[in-house]
């Protein structure tokens, strides 16, 4: 069974443009959560998706934003980049969309702004 | 934000010893759970307990969750060079909808 798959990889980016990074969930998992890691900060919740719909939300301002498809394929996006918007961004996904249950993380797309 | 900390922040033993690491949390939650990362490359889980649980074994890996305090510990018995990654903690809170919070992450380094 292949894991979740994010591209891509490795990224840069200068400050001010935009950036999509995608992430494609396990077979069967509805469940795409994003998150975004960083030496400061350390893991940050930025949004959860479930058939489709966003159902939870970190506090990031909304230049972050991120949908899922239909498959449950998922894709997030960051305009107008700045510096700090540097990072490792994973996706993670579980089956259903309960509380419990382990994610299953992808190994991250690493975002370098210039 | 980040819900727990984690101590300590860095860890070195040998190979063989124990290496035990501590989390606390601020919110009552549902589950705690425990992710390794090699540096770098995706989180893995290692192990989740729930909140009525006190004690949980996987293989070498040990867990305790003390409700009462707002912690949790994981041991990892007879360490390996292979152990080596930044290992989180992760709690899911009551009411915080579907969304993990980690904590900081110890650094172990097992020397061989």
């Known amino acids: 069974k292949a894991g979740v798959t994010q591209t891509p990889r490795y990224l840069i980016k200068t400050r001010g443009q935009q950036v999509t990074l995608s992430c494609s969930p396990i077979s069967g998992h509805r469940s795409v959560s994003w998150y975004q890691q960083t030496p400061g900060q350390g893991l940050q919740f930025l949004f959860e998706?479930?058939?489709?719909?966003?159902?939870n939300k970190g506090n990031f301002p909304g230049r972050f934003s991120g949908r899922q498809f239909s498959n449950s394929r998922s894709e997030m996006n960051v305009s107008t980049l700045e510096l700090g918007d540097s990072a490792l961004y994973l996706c993670?996904?579980?089956?259903?969309?309960?509380?419990?249950?382990?994610?299953?993380f992808g190994e991250g797309s690493r975002l370098t702004v210039l | 934000s980040q819900q727990g900390e984690e101590d300590p922040q860095a860890l070195s033993i040998q190979e063989g010893e124990n290496a035990t690491m501590n989390c606390s949390y601020k919110t009552s939650i549902n589950n705690l759970q425990w992710y390794r990362q090699n540096s770098g490359r995706g989180l893995v889980h290692l192990i989740l307990i729930r909140s009525n649980e006190r004690e949980k074994h996987s293989g070498r890996l040990r867990v305790t969750l003390d409700t009462s305090k707002k912690s949790s510990s994981l041991l990892i018995t007879a360490s390996r060079a292979a152990d080596t990654a930044s290992y989180f903690c992760?709690?899911?809170?009551?009411?915080?909808?579907?969304?993990?919070?980690f904590g900081g992450g110890t650094r172990l380094m097992v020397k061989p």
């Open positions: 998706y479930f058939s489709e719909t966003q159902r």
């Open positions: 993670a996904s579980r089956k259903q969309g309960g509380n419990t249950g382990e994610l299953f």
């Open positions: 992760a709690t899911d809170e009551n009411n915080a909808g579907n969304m993990l919070t």
